[in-house]
């Protein structure tokens, strides 16, 4: 049989695939209560994959109910720490185990190289495969749990003040599609390593990973109802959970747009948590003494092209200095080819096909507006491939940009990248913080006490020096601004997920 390497065997076991289509409640699979279901569509191909159950809020309640009910019981929550290592331990595992199912669930359903999903040799870039890091995340979490204290206060002698953890309760996950089975796990994690209830909703493109992950849970010894998952349209049955007074959590990653449309249902309801991550508009600055100018222009197109360039981190504004600006584009120009959109199901694609007909055309409908504005189109701002049918953009380099520009200061969410003159270490500054958001940012210099000056003055979660997107399950994540709030990764993470608790005993 073709290894991992060759087209023929990702083909042979698309071929061979069990989709699971129904909602995953109190451990069981389930039809939606209404019949009702939405398609899923394979944008390789513009073709349907399969019908998956289309919730509405009385499953949502039903979901609700389930882990609201283990969560009392404590079957979960009240178990040690040791207990929920081993069952997380043993679900990163099965995770493991089941990558290539997994792998290529992603792929179909939002159309990523199956090199970004699962690690096949064959070019893969510069970040680990999907299905290296969502699992180490789960066993991360894991292991920890059993090694995080609680407090005692510096009190006298008459009084003893503890400061004790409690998991928070019912947690809503709301994940995006552009990494859908690494975004459930950065959330589920920490959430259930606390001893939450999680009620996780997948986004409506990219359901298939979430459905199956679900039935994983079960084999890895979590009770029944711990976590379910709950396909639907968004403004459905993410509202219906946003909404829902009985869930304690939301933790959500998407658009500001539905970020904010969150914090107005927990307004509406119970007042419940909302952690948001709500995307960005990333600076990549690359000033004239950058140390390594091809490597600082490689990092540039990943970071605009990676996963299509749907990615919250991505750095669609390269802000660059006029004494290496030439070098600069000149390079970058020369890299394209390797960001050219293939086939998904070739692992030796980089650039595979946008989620969905819809975003494809907001994509060349900013295109349109940029020309439209006067920024000068310097390569490519087609779709292409249209002979498979599926939903393909060409990477798109606009130069020279204006930061006022609607495609400097608003989230396309594809391959289209900005060039942003910049003169000196100020300007830079001045531009990188002019957007909304405030999630990552770079900067390439040879000078620490420039690079650190600028790391201080960005109003970002995340700064990389000469590097971009270098960190692991270790570091936080997470923005300032409009980028949304908590952090994800780190123990910081399980702060979103618990409740601080403090009691005060007087002694006689």
């Not at 309760?169 to 459930?184: E, I, K, S, Y």
């Not at 009620?199 to 298939?208: H, T």
């Not at 049955?237 to 969150?262: P, Q």
Request: glycine share 10%; hydrophobic share 40%; proline share 6%.
């Amino acid at each position: 049989m073709a290894g991992h390497e060759d087209p023929a065997y990702w083909e042979d076991r698309k071929g061979r695939l069990d989709f699971r289509t129904g909602a995953f409640i109190d451990g069981a699979c389930c039809p939606a209560a209404s019949g009702e279901t939405f398609d899923c569509i394979n944008p390789a191909d513009g073709q349907l994959l399969t019908s998956v159950a289309a919730c509405g809020p009385e499953d949502v309640g039903r979901a609700v109910r389930s882990a609201r009910r283990v969560f009392e019981r404590g079957h979960w929550a009240k178990t040690t720490p040791q207990h929920r290592k081993k069952c997380l331990i043993r679900f990163a595992e099965l995770i493991e185990k089941h990558a290539e199912e997994l792998a290529l669930l992603d792929t179909l359903n939002m159309g990523k190289p199956i090199s970004q999903s699962f690690p096949t040799g064959v070019s893969e870039g510069p970040f680990p495969a999907d299905l290296v890091t969502a699992p180490n995340h789960i066993r991360w979490f894991g292991e920890a749990i059993d090694k995080v204290y609680d407090e005692v206060g510096p009190t006298g002698p008459s009084a003893l003040s503890l400061i004790t953890r409690e998991p928070v309760g019912v947690v809503a996950a709301v994940v995006p599609w552009n990494f859908p089975l690494l975004m459930a796990c950065w959330k589920l994690g920490p959430a259930l390593a606390a001893g939450n209830s999680v009620i996780l909703k997948p986004a409506e493109q990219s359901p298939l990973s979430a459905l199956r992950i679900a039935e994983l849970a079960i084999e890895a010894g979590m009770p029944d109802g711990v976590l379910n998952v709950v396909p639907g349209l968004g403004a459905v049955a993410g509202a219906a959970l946003g909404r829902h007074m009985d869930v304690d959590c939301i933790a959500f990653t998407g658009s500001a747009e539905v970020g904010k449309l969150f914090l107005t249902y927990a307004g509406e309801s119970n007042m419940k948590r909302v952690w948001l991550e709500c995307g960005g508009k990333a600076p990549n600055i690359i000033l004239a003494d950058c140390p390594d100018v091809e490597e600082a222009v490689e990092a540039a197109a990943y970071g605009a092209f990676h996963n299509q360039g749907e990615v919250c981190a991505a750095a669609p504004r390269l802000l660059v200095e006029p004494a290496i600006k030439d070098e600069v584009m000149e390079k970058l120009i020369s890299c394209l080819d390797l960001f050219q959109p293939g086939d998904p199901l070739d692992p030796k694609t980089r650039s595979g096909a946008i989620v969905s007909r819809d975003h494809m055309s907001r994509i060349l409908d900013y295109i349109s507006i940029g020309v439209s504005e006067g920024a000068p189109l310097r390569s490519g701002g087609a779709r292409v491939r249209t002979e498979t049918g599926g939903y393909y953009v060409e990477p798109t380099i606009f130069d020279p940009v204006l930061n006022r520009m609607r495609i400097a200061q608003e989230e396309i969410f594809g391959p289209v990248l900005s060039v942003i003159d910049v003169a000196g270490v100020d300007e830079a500054i001045a531009i990188g913080n002019g957007t909304i958001y405030g999630l990552t940012a770079s900067v390439w210099t040879s000078d620490i006490n420039k690079a650190h000056r600028v790391a201080q003055c960005l109003r970002a979660g995340t700064v990389w020096i000469n590097c971009y997107e270098a960190s692991d399950v270790t570091s936080p994540f997470g923005g300032f601004k409009q980028s949304g709030n908590g952090r994800d990764r780190s123990l910081h993470a399980l702060d979103k997920y618990t409740e601080i608790k403090s009691t005060w005993i007087r002694f006689s």
